[in-house]
C-alpha cells in the first residue's frame, strides 16, 4: 500500500477493522507483556522508596518502562533531577524515529489530535500498529486509541499491582519478570515477519541490526546503539529491497 492510499484508507468510511474495539481487541496478545514488566517496575519503584502513589503517577505521566526503571534507580542512589530528565530522554529518543515511521498515516489529522497519539505510542503499541501497516491494513485514529489506551490503562494497573505487592518481593529478577519485555517484541518481530514473507531480508536486516547495536553500545550508549542500528539496517533494508 502506498502512503497516499493509506492517507485515503484512513479518510474512508469506517469499517470494523477500524473501530475503537478492533484496537482494543489487537492490544491484548501485549497484555500479558504488559503485565509482568509493568508488575516489575512497580516492585522496584517500591523497593527505591517511591510511595504507591507516586509509582502510580510515573506509570501514567511518564509511561516509559525503561525510564521508571532508569528514575527508580537514580532515585535510589541519590542523583539530581537534571541527571534524571537528561538521561530518559537520551534513553526514549527512539520515540522519535517511531513517530515518523508511523506519520504518514495520520497527516491528515490536526497537530492536536497527532499529538494524543503520539503521547501514548510505546515501543509495544508501536510493534502492533507497525505490523498491522506491513500486512497492507488501514491504520484509523479510532483504532489506534482503542490500543494505545488499553495498553496505557493495563500498564497503570500492573504497575499499581507490582507496587502493592513490593513489599513481599525484593528481586524481582529471581522470577525472570526483567525478561518478559524481550520476549514480547521477538514474539512481534515473528510476526511481522511471517507477514512480510520476505524471510531472508528481514533476517539479514536483523542480523546486521545486532551487530551495529552491540558494537556501538560496546563504545558509547546502548539508546546511542538502538538508534543508529535502526537507522542503517532499515536504510540497508529499504535499499536492498528496491535494487532486487
Known amino acids: 500500500m502506498s502512503l497516499s492510499n493509506a492517507q485515503w484508507d484512513s479518510t474512508a468510511a469506517p469499517r470494523d477493522e477500524d473501530s475503537f474495539l478492533k484496537g482494543v481487541k489487537d492490544c491484548i496478545p501485549t497484555l500479558l507483556g504488559y503485565l509482568s514488566i509493568g508488575f516489575a517496575a512497580g516492585v522496584v519503584g517500591k523497593t527505591s ?38 538521561t530518559i530522554f537520551f534513553v ?6 517511531m513517530s515518523a515511521a508511523l506519520s504518514p498515516y ?13 503521547t ?21 485514529e ?5 490500543l494505545n489506551i488499553t495498553a496505557w490503562l493495563n500498564w497503570a494497573i500492573a504497575n499499581i499491582a507490582g507496587a502493592y505487592f513490593g ?3 525484593a528481586n524481582p529478577q529471581k522470577f525472570g519478570l526483567d525478561y518478559a ?14 507477514g512480510r514473507r520476505k524471510i531472508k531480508l528481514d ?11 552491540v558494537a556501538i553500545s560496546t563504545m558509547f550508549s546502548s539508546s546511542l546503539g538502538v538508534i543508529a542500528a535502526t537507522i542503517i539496517a532499515s536504510t540497508i533494508g529499504m535499499a536492498v529491497e528496491k535494487w532486487k
Not at 142 to 146: A, I, N, S, T, V
Open 106 to 118: 495520520f497527516r491528515h489529522l490536526t497537530p492536536l489530535k497527532n499529538m494524543l497519539i503520539g
Open 92 to 97: 526514549n529518543l527512539r520515540h522519535i524515529l
Open 142 to 146: 479510532k483504532w489506534m486509541h482503542g
Open 120 to 140: 501514548l505510542l510505546t515501543d509495544e503499541t508501536f510493534g502492533v500498529a507497525i505490523n498491522k501497516a506491513a500486512q497492507r491494513q488501514n491504520i484509523s
Open 203 to 213: 533476517i539479514l536486516v536483523a542480523i546486521i541490526a545486532v551487530v551495529i547495536a
Open 181 to 194: 519485555l524481550p520476549a514480547m517484541f521477538i514474539g512481534l518481530l515473528v510476526l511481522s515477519m511471517i
Open 167 to 169: 513489599n513481599w518481593i
Open 49 to 86: 522508596g517511591l510511595s504507591i502513589f507516586e509509582i502510580a503517577l510515573l506509570s501514567l505521566v511518564l509511561y516509559a518502562g525503561s525510564a521508571q526503571f532508569i528514575a527508580a534507580g537514580m532515585i535510589a542512589a541519590n542523583s539530581s533531577t537534571t541527571a534524571i530528565i537528561i
